[in-house]
């Protein structure tokens, strides 16, 4: 049975920080880690995710970590805006790779 | 472009009333799941489909509740005699089929479902 494991519970940034969220797994056999931003009142939306074969990804101020030995991966937040107050989860494939199992979730506040 | 949608948006419904949701997956995906969240907690597996065949089912998925996709299209999930333990975010998703194409999940708007 997977489990995710994802910290801070919450956190608080200044406008134009760096937010830094880590989540740990126990077991997968597939390599696919995705992150969802959730506003309230609405469903999670797919924000990034890394695949197997890179360390770390990119997209715009968003940037995945990844590292497999240590069974971690973590969602950096550049600049940080107060549009990017929500809550983000992360997730992983269980071993029979059929379906997410998603972390807690954090609470992210960025203050102007 | 059209989302993922869930009909209704909001139920509220007595202890012991049976209550039915449905979700409309993106047109072109053959999977769709169904989802628990309550409450400052992560999304919790319920049941997920392949086009009409109901594939998987979480142990949090009592004989209460039951999931049907007909056909292959829009889904519905059932919870019979209610509980105020059922009081949750119910969310439905669906990814395209593919590779890791299928950890892709589009989330809808979800049902918030009180139990009174």
């Known amino acids: 049975q997977q489990q995710v494991k994802q910290s801070p519970q919450s956190l608080i940034v200044q406008k134009g920080g760096i937010s830094i969220i880590n989540c740990a797994y126990e077991?997968?056999?597939?390599?696919?880690f995705p992150w969802y931003q959730q506003f309230p009142g609405k469903g999670p939306a797919l924000l990034i995710a890394?695949?197997?074969?890179?360390s770390e990804k990119k997209e715009g101020r968003f940037t995945i970590s990844f590292n497999k030995s240590a069974k971690q991966f973590s969602l950096h937040i550049m600049d940080s805006q107060p549009g990017d107050s929500a809550t983000y989860f992360c997730?992983?494939?269980?071993?029979?790779?059929?379906?997410?199992?998603f972390g807690g979730g954090t609470r992210l506040m960025v203050k102007p | 472009d059209t989302g993922v949608s869930q009909d209704p948006r909001h139920k509220i419904t007595k202890r012991g009333q049976n209550v039915t949701f449905r979700c409309d997956p993106i047109?072109?995906?053959?999977?769709l799941y169904w989802y628990r969240q309550t409450l400052g907690q992560g999304p919790e597996f319920l049941t997920y489909?392949?086009?009409?065949?109901?594939?998987?089912k979480s142990r949090l998925l009592s004989d209460r509740f039951s999931a049907e996709r007909p056909k292959g299209s829009f889904s519905t999930l059932e919870i019979q005699r209610t509980e105020q333990g059922d009081s949750a975010m119910y969310l439905c998703?669906?990814?395209?089929?593919?590779?890791?194409?299928?950890?892709?999940?589009?989330f809808g708007p979800g049902t918030r479902l009180t139990v009174t």
């Open positions: 489909f392949q086009n009409e065949a109901q594939l998987e």
């Open positions: 047109s072109e995906h053959n999977r």
């Open positions: 077991n997968t056999a597939f390599d696919y």
């Open positions: 998703a669906s990814s395209p089929d593919g590779g890791l194409r299928f950890y892709e999940q589009y």
């Open positions: 890394i695949r197997p074969d890179v």
């Open positions: 997730a992983a494939p269980n071993n029979a790779g059929n379906m997410l199992t």
